[in-house]
């Protein structure tokens, strides 16, 4: 017959253990993710500043831009927010002369 106090011991010892199991656990995926963000990085691919994911190149109406496959986030250069700009400007410049309403500007 075992004492309580001799179960509450190893059931403590026992939980201990599994979270220092899982500790590692957790340790060693950090360093995998590090190695993995190091080695995109030495690629030239750039993560996304709100969660941190590798962008994934897409073209979004012609134009490249970085696209989180996590957050669904897009992120483009001021260059790649004036192009699309001068293209919905063009398409609307283009139904307002069709209209006979001149241009948007």
């Known amino acids: 017959m075992t004492n309580p106090a ?3 011991f190893f ?3 026992e939980a201990e253990h599994r979270q220092e199991e899982a500790w590692d656990e ?3 995926a950090d360093q995998v993710a590090r190695a993995e963000r190091q080695s ?3 690629m030239g ?3 996304c500043p709100k969660c941190q994911t590798a962008l994934e190149p897409r073209s ?3 134009v490249a831009v970085q696209r989180c496959t996590t957050c ?3 992120w ?3 260059d790649q927010l004036e192009k699309l700009d001068r293209r919905r400007r063009g398409r609307l410049d283009g139904f307002l002369t069709a209209l006979g309403l001149g241009s948007a500007r």
């Open 60 to 62: 979004l109406r012609g």
């Open 6 to 8: 001799e179960e509450d």
């Open 76 to 78: 483009l250069t001021e």
């Open 11 to 13: 059931r403590r010892k």
């Open 45 to 47: 691919r750039l993560f």
């Open 40 to 42: 995109l990085l030495s």
């Open 72 to 74: 669904s986030g897009t």
């Open 26 to 28: 957790r340790q060693k």
